[in-house]
């Protein structure tokens, strides 16, 4: 493959130029009807061709080769490209950006990454990704519910948000701030709790301020020698489960960090809502995942950019192994039918390149279609937008994107992005 994460300048300027342009706040008008040589059924691979979509507002009112055309409606001919849903990540940090994650939460105030946080937001949109699950400000506490709201208004550009506030961590932990001048007191990157009855208080904090659900980091740090993987836990099975009861009581669920065992193992049977990440799940775990249709969020993309950008040869090299190891791992989780949901933990490499994570799942084992099951029908589900997202079909949200060639055969393709339409509105076109 050509290289992964090369940005053509071109790419970029026509971004940041449409991003400006008075279209992008523009109302869908009452009927649109897309033309393309081919349309994708994401839930069966069938292609139709021509494909076409009659858009009603901001939902789909009939999809077919040849929808019946009103009299008034627009008609956009995109020609030889394909549509398909809007794509959606179910893993991402708009609050980060390239770059050493300590250095950004300490030196930029939460203004600073709120504002890049609006800019994450339009790059990912402009890549055809109408909707997101942001996993944790890192340490910018609940403006990501600010930025979801500013996106629900209309007011600013992005993706579809499901938000979590602050992730929550253990005093030493993951996101605990480690390796800093103590003497500074260096605030951690998480809200911080020790014990069932803190995190359902930290619970409660996080979505009084606005949280769709929460982000709980179940282990950390990794380490990997001799091809043998380890990762201690961070809360029990039994505080996880209060975690669990405490979201549920409000109609919310969990998420969690958790890279293997026994740490993944406690978060399935406490009941999450996925594991992300995922290096490393016994037998056991995946056996409950699949029967209770808990989701891994696999997250390759993340570690391919790590790897290809260490500090040190020795960092590149530790990437790479554990690269190796979660390869292997997955094909594992792909033979015990786990349920697979889209995340690339976007915001360490650029926002708006995510779709390489389509592509390494495919290299990992998955089908063309499957992949794209991942970051449609799949993660629409486990972001509980399964009714109105992750398909083209009447009544389901007008979210809709175009792609060159058919990328049954090559998935690459859903890194060319041509077309987004997102609620009906037309958000980039050729």
Not at 378 to 400: F, S, V
Request: a negative charge.
């Amino acid at each position: 493959m050509t290289a992964a994460w090369n940005i053509p300048r071109a790419f970029a300027l026509s971004a940041f130029a449409l991003a400006a342009a008075p279209s992008l706040a523009q109302h869908a008008p009452d009927e649109v009807v897309l033309h393309a040589a081919r349309l994708l059924d994401v839930t069966d691979g069938k292609m139709l061709s021509p494909g076409e979509v009659l858009v009603r507002g901001e939902r789909i009112a009939a999809v077919a080769a040849k929808v019946e055309r009103p009299a008034d409606a627009r008609v956009i001919d995109l020609g030889d490209t394909t549509l398909l849903p809007g794509l959606i990540d179910a893993h991402v940090h708009l609050f980060l950006h390239p770059g050493g994650e300590a250095e950004q939460t300490f030196n930029e105030s939460v203004a600073e990454r709120t504002i890049r946080a609006t800019l994450a937001a339009r790059d990912d949109l402009l890549a055809g990704f109408t909707a997101e699950r942001d996993m944790g400000t890192e340490g910018a506490g609940a403006a990501d519910s600010a930025v979801r709201d500013a996106i629900e208004r209309g007011a600013i550009p992005g993706p579809r948000l499901r938000v979590s506030g602050n992730a929550i961590d253990i005093l030493g932990g993951h996101e605990d701030a480690i390796g800093l001048n103590p003497e500074q007191n260096a605030l951690p990157n998480a809200t911080q709790a020790n014990s069932a009855e803190q995190l359902v208080t930290a619970l409660r904090g996080q979505f009084k301020l606005g949280a769709d659900f929460i982000k709980i980091y179940e282990t950390g740090k990794d380490r990997i020698a001799g091809g043998v993987f380890s990762t201690p836990y961070q809360f029990s099975e039994e505080e996880l489960g209060a975690a669990v009861r405490e979201a549920a009581r409000i109609g919310r669920r969990v998420a969690v960090h958790a890279t293997g065992e026994p740490g993944a193992g406690f978060a399935v049977r406490a009941g999450v809502a996925s594991i992300d990440h995922g290096y490393q799940l016994d037998a056991a775990t995946m056996k409950l995942m699949r029967e209770k249709g808990i989701f891994v969020v696999p997250t390759f993309a993340v570690l391919e950019y790590f790897a290809a950008h260490a500090a040190t040869p020795q960092a590149a090299e530790r990437y790479r192994a554990i690269q190796a190891y979660h390869a292997a791992q997955f094909r594992l989780q792909l033979a015990a039918h786990v349920p697979v949901a889209l995340g690339s933990d976007v915001g360490p490499f650029p926002h708006g390149t995510q779709a390489r994570e389509f592509e390494l799942l495919v290299d990992n084992g998955m089908t063309p279609l499957a992949a794209i099951q991942a970051g449609t029908t799949n993660a629409a589900k486990l972001l509980a937008w399964e009714h109105d997202l992750g398909r083209l079909a009447p009544g389901y949200y007008a979210d809709i994107v175009a792609v060159p060639d058919d990328p049954l055969q090559d998935v690459g393709v859903l890194r060319q992005v041509l077309f987004v339409m997102k609620g009906g509105a037309v958000v980039r076109q050729p």
